[in-house]
């Protein structure tokens, strides 16, 4: 089944508001990260949460997760210009190591 | 500098003629995989790779074969290509997968068959 769907697909706003991106999934987790995709490249890890984490901060970026909802968000405080990109979740499940999952993302775009 | 290389990152080719992508990484890892990227379909893994000689299929493994006769390097290869095969490649690594370890992405290879 497929794990981590990001919502919403797509987000515009304006330079210097906060973006918020959701991800849910299906099944057990031990850890949940995000991706940052700038169009055609490769993708970039931005944060990593663990199962067992509420919540985490890395500079702009704050990622909660909430394993009874099995969803997370990713909120990026004062947007920028160059913030402007797709962004993934990908899950590893709790009862497969050999896997971990992406979602298709949510693309952000931040106007001037 | 921590990479994956993969080549060639741009490729136009016709119905049948086979092809390989290479892919490369200096990290030591043991975790290697192929993905494929489609509008509206995200990234979907074709094959993946947990050691040396150790290669398993993704969720679309059809068309492709890979290989994995060194640590570094993950080829894939696309044996008699179609244009449904016309897609974004992206060649990953990481130090094995789950354990929230990083997961390192190539710059992505453009294939278009024609």
């Known amino acids: 089944s497929q794990q981590g769907e990001e919502d919403p697909q797509a987000l515009s706003i304006q330079e210097g508001e906060n973006a918020t991106m959701n991800c849910s999934y299906k099944?057990?987790?031990?850890?949940l990260q995000w991706y940052r995709q700038n169009s055609g490249r490769g993708l970039v890890h931005l944060i990593l949460?663990?199962?067992?984490?509420r919540e985490k901060h890395s500079g702009r970026l704050r990622v909660t997760l909430d394993t009874s909802k099995k969803s997370s968000s990713l909120l990026i405080t004062a947007s920028r210009a160059a913030d402007t990109a797709s962004y993934f979740c990908?899950?590893?499940?709790?009862?497969?190591?050999?896997?971990?999952?992406f979602g298709k993302g949510t693309r952000l775009h931040i106007l001037p | 500098e921590a990479q994956v290389t993969q080549n060639p990152r741009y490729l136009i080719t016709v119905t049948g003629k086979k092809l390989t992508v290479t892919c490369s990484q200096n990290?030591?890892?043991?975790?290697m995989s192929w993905y494929r990227q489609d509008p509206g379909l995200g990234l979907r893994q074709i094959y993946y790779?947990?050691?040396?000689?150790?290669?398993d299929k993704g969720d679309v493994p059809e068309g492709y074969k890979v290989s994995r006769k060194e640590k570094r390097n993950f080829p894939l290869i696309l044996e008699s290509p179609s244009p449904n095969q016309t897609s974004l490649y992206f060649c990953?690594?990481?130090?094995?997968?789950?354990?929230?370890?990083?997961?390192?992405f190539g710059e992505g290879s453009w294939l278009t068959v024609v």
């Open positions: 990953a690594s990481s130090v094995r997968v789950g354990s929230g370890n990083t997961i390192y």
């Open positions: 099944t057990s987790i031990n850890n």
């Open positions: 949460i663990r199962s067992n984490e």
């Open positions: 990908a899950t590893d499940s709790k009862y497969r190591d050999d896997k971990i999952i």
């Open positions: 990290m030591n890892h043991e975790y």
């Open positions: 790779s947990m050691n040396v000689e150790v290669t």
